[in-house]
Structures are given as structure tokens and as C-alpha cells.
């Protein structure tokens, strides 16, 4: 399905963590790179399931990271994909524009669901309910969520 590791951003680990799904991260991919910036801006009590792993940039990836522009959590991430030549999970519309205008192949939360429903790894009930649940957050539109509701299984 996707790279053996993803690149992910604040806003896909809150949404995660609101729904209580990292699983579904787990079942896409062995390893979830989550750099430093996002943590900090993550900043949750929480104890991260084993394949979540934190990322400390290196030079270049810092370097990356600072001209982009963006906020501390997606210039990060960015940065990171590039260098590492990942998929960035990122739901900022802005930061999924630059990203994919730097070559990188870009995924969202409804996308990472959506794919989940296609590959059976969630039943119906699961994908509506964290549709819902994710429902009025800031980056849904309602395209998006019918997008999601709309896909069929692929298996």
C-alpha cells in the first residue's frame, strides 16, 4: 500500500488521537516518523504505540525545514519526506500544495481512512463513525467526507 514508513503531521496525529484509531496507522504501514516539531506541537500526555517513532532532524532536514514557511509541524514533516523520500501524511491545505508541488507523494487523514474501508480493514460502521467524530474539524469539507463515504471496497 504505502512505503514501509509515512511521514506524519500535527493535525493527522490529533485526528488520530481524537478517534482513538492509531491502529489504522499500524495496519498502512510497519513505521510512522513523527519529527520532533510535531511532537512539540502534538504535545499530549500520551504514550505512543512502539511503530510511532519520534524523528530528531538532522542538518539538512532542519535546513529544509526552515525554508519552507510553513508552521513548525509541516515544514518538518515536509523536510523530513523529502529527505527520507516518504509519503507526508499532512492535512493542511497550503502545506499539501507545497508539498506536492516539491515532488512528494501527499495523503490525508480521510485519505488514510478511506483507503482502510478499500483494503477491509474497517468495517462501514468504523469508517462513518470517525467521519463523524472528525466531522467538524477545521480541514473537512463536506466533499471530503462524502468522498470517504462513497468509496467501495476494493477486496
Keep these: 500500500m504505502f512505503d514501509d514508513e509515512l511521514v506524519i503531521n500535527t493535525s493527522v496525529m490529533s485526528s488520530f488521537h481524537k478517534i482513538g484509531r492509531f491502529d489504522i496507522l499500524q495496519k498502512l504501514c510497519k513505521k510512522v516518523i513523527v519529527p520532533k516539531g510535531v511532537m512539540e506541537e502534538f504535545s499530549k500526555e500520551f504514550d505512543f504505540p512502539e511503530f510511532i517513532k519520534p524523528h530528531e532532524l538532522n542538518e539538512k532536514q532542519l535546513t529544509i525545514a526552515l525554508s519552507l514557511g510553513l508552521g513548525q509541524g509541516e515544514s518538518q514533516a515536509i523536510a523530513v519526506a523529502m529527505d527520507l523520500q516518504k509519503t507526508v501524511v499532512i ?14 507523494k501527499v495523503i490525508g487523514t480521510f485519505g488514510l481512512i478511506k483507503i482502510s474501508f478499500e483494503d477491509c480493514l474497517i468495517d462501514e460502521n468504523e469508517r462513518t463513525k470517525m467521519v463523524n467524530d472528525l466531522g467538524n474539524d477545521q480541514h473537512t469539507e463536506t466533499w471530503l467526507k462524502n468522498y470517504v463515504l462513497e468509496a467501495k471496497k476494493i477486496r
Design 91 to 104: 492535512d493542511e491545505n497550503q502545506a499539501r500544495k507545497l508539498a506536492k508541488k516539491l515532488g512528494l
